[in-house]
């Protein structure tokens, strides 16, 4: 696979675009995903769509945010991500298609955040994190049914960070899709004794998001 990094000087530092880029006869759109605060580009979930989705026409960016970039271990508070998010949207856009905004975890936060701001054209949200576990009191419900844009949530069956039962109903007034992955966990891990396969697993994720992608306006 064909890939290429790019560095992007923001007002939070320097972040880094890793880019899988579609053939340019079939390109439809970007898919931009950030990682959550306690890992990198490096998650199963976002490799696996950076690798099946560019046949399908689909452009991947995994973006490194910069406190990740600059080595630190603490993810950055919440203004200085979406500081961060906001000043390399440039960049995303300079292919000249429509860009979709995802991540997963804190990712998915700043995706949801700053969506309608910067006209993106969806929100990818993977195992986004409704509150810290063991806290369902702390929601951030208001960050994901405030996006303001169509909305995608894939989320793991048994994520301790918010399991799919525990969501507001989708309806007229919280528009979203909300898709299930069985047993997993919050970096979609599956037991060995759950049934599905590492590799399902991941089957699941991709083609949800595929296919939700491909829905989407034009």
């Known amino acids: 696979m064909t890939t290429r990094t790019e560095s992007v000087d923001t007002p939070a530092g320097e972040a880094r675009i890793t880019w899988y880029p579609a053939p340019a006869r079939t390109a439809r759109l970007v898919l931009a995903l950030s990682h959550g605060a306690g890992g990198g580009i490096e998650a199963r979930d976002l490799r696996a769509l950076a690798a099946a989705l560019p046949a399908q026409g689909v452009t ?3 973006v490194e945010q910069p406190w990740r970039v600059a080595g630190k ?3 950055a508070a919440p203004k200085v991500l979406d500081a961060g998010w906001r000043g390399l949207w440039p960049a ?8 979709v905004a995802g991540g997963r975890s804190a990712g998915a936060r700043v995706a949801c955040r ?3 701001e910067l006209g993106a054209a969806g929100v990818l949200a993977l195992a986004f994190p409704l509150h810290p576990p063991g806290r369902p009191e702390k929601s951030r419900a208001e960050e994901l049914t405030g996006a303001g844009r169509p909305t995608l949530v894939v989320q793991g069956g ?3 960070f918010g399991r799919p039962q525990e969501f507001p109903p989708p309806g007229a007034q ?3 899709e909300l898709v299930e992955v069985p ?3 919050h970096a979609f891990a599956v037991p060995k004794k759950a049934g599905p396969t590492q590799e399902e697993t991941l089957t699941v994720i991709t083609e949800a998001v595929a296919g939700w992608l ?5």
């Open 174 to 176: 919280v528009a979203y």
């Open 73 to 75: 271990k603490v993810a």
């Open 92 to 99: 995303l856009e300079r292919p000249g298609l429509p860009v």
């Open 114 to 116: 700053t969506a309608a």
């Open 183 to 185: 047993h997993a966990d």
């Open 60 to 62: 991947v960016a995994l």
């Open 214 to 218: 491909a829905g989407l306006p034009r």
């Open 158 to 160: 048994r994520d301790p």
